[in-house]
Each structure stands twice: as structure tokens, then as C-alpha cells.
């Protein structure tokens, strides 16, 4: 296979070369997990089945589960990886898993930075359809996606949950290696609201069966970005769901910038107001304390 399932494009066989996310051919996954830290209607009480895949198609620098998708790179030449061991590979014993744990949950699979094996989830979801399973499936992306893949996914996936991280391409160069970010995700947010639209239907318990929340985490010294990450959003349509975050914390030493620091009220007062200020009137924000209780360990299987 030479893989051309992100933008990147980069052709890689997975085999003998590796491309940019230096993922192989078969799925890894890190871990699969109950998770409650998700929006209310993804998680409700019981929490969701997330499937946090191994390796990302977006190196950035300040990730926050950097132990298992961070291959930190210059440019193109990502270096040898230091993150744990997948528990999970291949289709069989990533659907094991997921039906395992599936009864203790909402009944809700999410599957947590997917892009780069994007082609097996299609397999992924039918094993689950063959043992008589049928949860809502979450596609929990950075955003970073062709229009073809999520074409291609269409049939598989309930709810989309991108990322919208930059409106500003040399931010999306420097903290991501992927200048082309605003445009690209852009397009793979029309793509995802063309198939799902802006509502998001909810059943008698308040869970989302179907739909787009799109996040966007608030970055320290970074407060254009995010409003201009506004204007995109609200150019899309004034209802989307936005979840705007302000979890961000220093995952690593010696980062550039600000990122070295968590975000002041002001910095996330000033994008709430724009918020409000555009109409983007549904969804969730968060406390500022946020950034004290999402911090995943996954040298622990249970992460969070």
C-alpha cells in the first residue's frame, strides 16, 4: 500500500519506509480505555470506549499525548520513537478489546487521533456489526484529513469531533509541520458538516447520536489565532457545536514561544467574548482549572 490516506501524501509502503506519522501497516493501538472527560453528550455517565491509536499525522509540538503519538520531527526525518509499546495491534484484537469494555459504557466508541489508519476502521466498525454490537462511533481527529477519506468514511461514522487548531499557516508550520493546515481541515470540516449538518440530535438520556463538535483548544500567547479560528468556524454556520478549550498545559520541556505556560483568564476571556460576539451559541466552554485534570498517562492503560 503506498499510503495516501492524510494530506501528507507521502506515499510511504509502511513496511520497508515510514512515512511522516511513522505508523506501520497494521492498526496500533496505545490503549482502549473508559473515558469520562468527554463533551456531555459523547460520555454521559457512564463515559465512552475511546481507542486512543497509536502514531499521529500531526506532529505537534505541545501534544498532550505526546507519549504515544510523538515522534518528534525535523520537518520530514521523524526520529526514533519513545513511546510505549501499542497494546493493541491489528483488527481482531483492537475489536476484542472494544467489546469487552463496551458494556460498561454509553454504548459510544471513539476513535482518538484515527486519521493515518483511517482504512481500517471500516473493518473495525463491521467486526463490531458481526458480534452484534452497534455503538455510536466517534471520529476524534486534529483535523487533519482529505475530503476523499471522509468520503470514504461516511458510512462508518456518527459523530465527527475535529479540531480546528490554526487559521494562521506559518503557527500550523511551526507547531505542526503542516503549513497548510487552515486550508485542508477547513475543507474536512465542510466535508464533515455536508454529511452531518449542525445539529446534533441527542436521545432521551442526552447522548449525541449523530452530528459535529468541533474543538478548538486556546493556545498561550496565541489569542489571534483563535479568533480568526472563530471567523472560519462561524463562516461555516452560526450553529455548529464548538467546544473551546482551555486545558492547554507545558507536555514538554524547552517549548518556543509561550507555550511553556497555561493561559491567563484574559487570554480565554478575550475568545469566549468573540464567541458570544459572533453568535456561535451552542456548545461548552471550560474553567480555567481544566488545565489541572486532563493529563493522560498512558504508561497506564487506564490513561485518565
Same mark, same amino acid.
Given at each position: 500500500?503506498?499510503?495516501?490516506?492524510?494530506?501528507?501524501?507521502?506515499?510511504?509502503?509502511?513496511?520497508?519506509?515510514?512515512?511522516?506519522?511513522?505508523?506501520?501497516?497494521?492498526?496500533?493501538?496505545?490503549?482502549?480505555?473508559?473515558?469520562?472527560?468527554?463533551?456531555?453528550?459523547?460520555?454521559?455517565?457512564?463515559?465512552?470506549?475511546?481507542?486512543?491509536?497509536?502514531?499521529?499525522?500531526?506532529?505537534?509540538?505541545?501534544?498532550?499525548?505526546?507519549?504515544?503519538?510523538?515522534?518528534?520531527?525535523?520537518?520530514?526525518?521523524?526520529?526514533?520513537?519513545?513511546?510505549?509499546?501499542?497494546?493493541?495491534?491489528?483488527?481482531?484484537?483492537?475489536?476484542?478489546?472494544?467489546?469487552?469494555?463496551?458494556?460498561?459504557?454509553?454504548?459510544?466508541?471513539?476513535?482518538?487521533?484515527?486519521?493515518?489508519?483511517?482504512?481500517?476502521?471500516?473493518?473495525?466498525?463491521?467486526?463490531?456489526?458481526?458480534?452484534?454490537?452497534?455503538?455510536?462511533?466517534?471520529?476524534?481527529?486534529?483535523?487533519?484529513?482529505?475530503?476523499?477519506?471522509?468520503?470514504?468514511?461516511?458510512?462508518?461514522?456518527?459523530?465527527?469531533?475535529?479540531?480546528?487548531?490554526?487559521?494562521?499557516?506559518?503557527?500550523?508550520?511551526?507547531?505542526?509541520?503542516?503549513?497548510?493546515?487552515?486550508?485542508?481541515?477547513?475543507?474536512?470540516?465542510?466535508?464533515?458538516?455536508?454529511?452531518?449538518?449542525?445539529?446534533?440530535?441527542?436521545?432521551?438520556?442526552?447522548?449525541?447520536?449523530?452530528?459535529?463538535? *468541533?474543538? /478548538? $483548544?486556546?493556545?498561550? =500567547?496565541?489569542?489571534?489565532?483563535?479568533?480568526?479560528? &472563530? #471567523?472560519?468556524? %462561524?463562516?461555516?454556520?452560526?450553529?455548529?457545536?464548538?467546544?473551546?478549550?482551555?486545558?492547554?498545559?507545558?507536555?514538554?520541556?524547552?517549548?518556543?514561544?509561550?507555550?511553556?505556560?497555561?493561559?491567563?483568564?484574559?487570554?480565554?476571556?478575550?475568545? *469566549?467574548? /468573540? $464567541?458570544?460576539?459572533? =453568535?456561535?451559541?451552542?456548545?461548552?466552554?471550560?474553567? &480555567? #482549572?481544566?488545565? %489541572?485534570?486532563?493529563?493522560?498517562?498512558?504508561?497506564?492503560?487506564?490513561?485518565?
Amino acid at each position: 500500500m503506498k499510503c495516501t490516506l492524510c494530506p501528507h501524501q507521502c506515499t510511504a509502503d509502511r513496511v520497508e519506509t515510514l512515512g511522516f506519522c511513522h505508523a506501520h501497516r497494521e492498526p496500533e493501538v496505545a490503549t482502549i480505555c473508559i473515558h469520562r472527560g468527554e463533551e456531555p453528550p459523547l460520555c454521559g455517565t457512564k463515559g465512552i470506549c475511546n481507542v486512543f491509536f497509536s502514531h499521529c499525522n500531526l506532529q505537534c509540538i505541545y501534544c498532550q499525548n505526546h507519549q504515544i503519538s510523538h515522534y518528534r520531527t525535523n520537518q520530514t526525518n521523524p526520529t526514533s520513537p519513545t513511546s510505549p509499546t501499542p497494546c493493541f495491534v491489528g483488527i481482531n484484537a483492537i475489536v476484542d478489546e472494544i467489546a469487552r469494555l463496551l458494556p460498561q459504557t454509553e454504548n459510544m466508541v471513539g476513535f482518538v487521533t484515527p486519521s493515518h489508519y483511517a482504512d481500517s476502521l471500516p473493518a473495525i466498525v463491521e467486526g463490531l456489526h458481526a458480534r452484534g454490537l452497534y455503538p455510536t462511533t466517534i471520529y476524534n481527529t486534529g483535523g487533519y484529513d482529505t475530503v476523499e477519506t471522509l468520503q470514504m468514511l461516511a458510512p462508518y461514522i456518527d459523530i465527527y469531533l475535529p479540531d480546528y487548531k490554526y487559521s494562521l499557516p506559518d503557527l500550523a508550520r511551526r507547531y505542526s509541520h503542516a503549513a497548510d493546515y487552515p486550508t485542508v481541515a477547513l475543507a474536512a470540516l465542510r466535508e464533515m458538516y455536508n454529511q452531518k449538518g449542525s445539529s446534533l440530535p441527542t436521545d432521551d438520556d442526552g447522548l449525541a447520536y449523530r452530528g459535529i463538535i *468541533v474543538r /478548538h $483548544l486556546v493556545l498561550p =500567547g496565541q489569542v489571534e489565532n483563535s479568533l480568526r479560528v &472563530l #471567523d472560519s468556524l %462561524a463562516d461555516i454556520s452560526l450553529n455548529l457545536h464548538i467546544s473551546l478549550m482551555a486545558q492547554y498545559y507545558p507536555p514538554l520541556p524547552d517549548l518556543p514561544d509561550q507555550l511553556g505556560r497555561t493561559l491567563t483568564p484574559d487570554e480565554y476571556q478575550q475568545v *469566549v467574548d /468573540h $464567541l458570544d460576539h459572533l =453568535g456561535l451559541h451552542r456548545g461548552w466552554v471550560q474553567e &480555567l #482549572d481544566a488545565q %489541572a485534570c486532563y493529563r493522560p498517562d498512558f504508561t497506564h492503560q487506564q490513561a485518565f
